[in-house]
């Protein structure tokens, strides 16, 4: 998807129409919402949508992206500051909030995050190169990858869709996971 050719003046206003009608429907009814109703509200054939987005999960790559790369740049400002712990916390918490924005959207991160859009593509690095800090400082354990962060991620989005509280339930969770797997010196010898 980084790598598409430039496209004529209909195809990109198609394109935008497209990605407007998702960004609406999808904040409106959620991630779910049937690619024939994204082509109505966009005012297009189901083919048009289809030429470019193959699939549900390359619309919301697509329709999220921007949102994806803002994060990604917050995220790699905020790694020169922190506890490597303390901002791969930080990253899970804010990348469970960015996935709850359309309810349904925790289904396919996984599967979103590996589309190829830029804001996508930056937010996979950003997650692989903190989780590798903290994992170089001996702060979480070494058999953690990325695609682990996805899953929590995915679970937390899910579990915080069903409930009340969001922004307290998503820190906790978030906080129960990362304790988990956070890495402890060795304390005394017990005698």
Same mark, same amino acid.
């Given at each position: 998807m980084t790598d598409d050719p430039p496209l004529r &003046?209909?195809? +990109?206003?198609?394109?935008?129409? !497209?990605?407007?009608?998702? %960004?609406?429907? *999808?904040? @409106? #009814?959620? &991630?779910?919402?049937?690619?024939? %109703?994204?082509?109505r509200?966009?005012?297009?054939? !189901?083919?048009?949508?289809? #030429?470019?987005?193959?699939? +549900? @999960?390359? /619309? /919301?790559?697509? &329709?999220?992206?921007? #949102? *994806?790369? &803002? *994060?990604?740049e917050g995220m790699r400002l905020r790694a020169e500051e922190a506890d490597p712990l303390s901002v791969l916390r930080t990253y899970l918490e804010e990348l469970v909030r960015h996935t709850v924005v359309y309810r349904g959207f925790a289904t396919s991160l996984g599967i979103v995050l590996k589309t190829g859009t830029a804001g996508c593509i930056a937010t996979t690095a950003v997650g692989q190169r903190l989780? =590798?800090?903290?994992?170089?400082a001996g702060r979480v354990r070494a058999d953690l990858g990325f695609d682990d962060l996805v899953c929590v991620a995915t679970a !937390?989005?899910?579990?915080? @869709? =069903?409930?009340e509280g969001a922004p307290a339930r998503i820190a906790h969770l978030v906080s129960v996971f990362m304790e988990g797997i956070a890495v402890r010196p060795p304390g005394p010898a017990a005698s």
């Open positions: &003046a209909d195809a +990109r206003h198609n394109r935008d129409k !497209i990605l407007a009608a998702a %960004e609406d429907i *999808f904040l @409106e #009814r959620g &991630a779910a919402v049937s690619m024939n %109703e994204v082509a509200h966009a005012g297009v054939g !189901i083919g048009t949508l289809y #030429r470019r987005f193959p699939t +549900r @999960e390359d /619309l /919301l790559a697509a &329709a999220y992206s921007d #949102r *994806f790369a &803002a *994060f990604a989780l =590798q800090t903290a994992r170089d !937390i989005s899910l579990t915080v @869709e =069903q409930g």
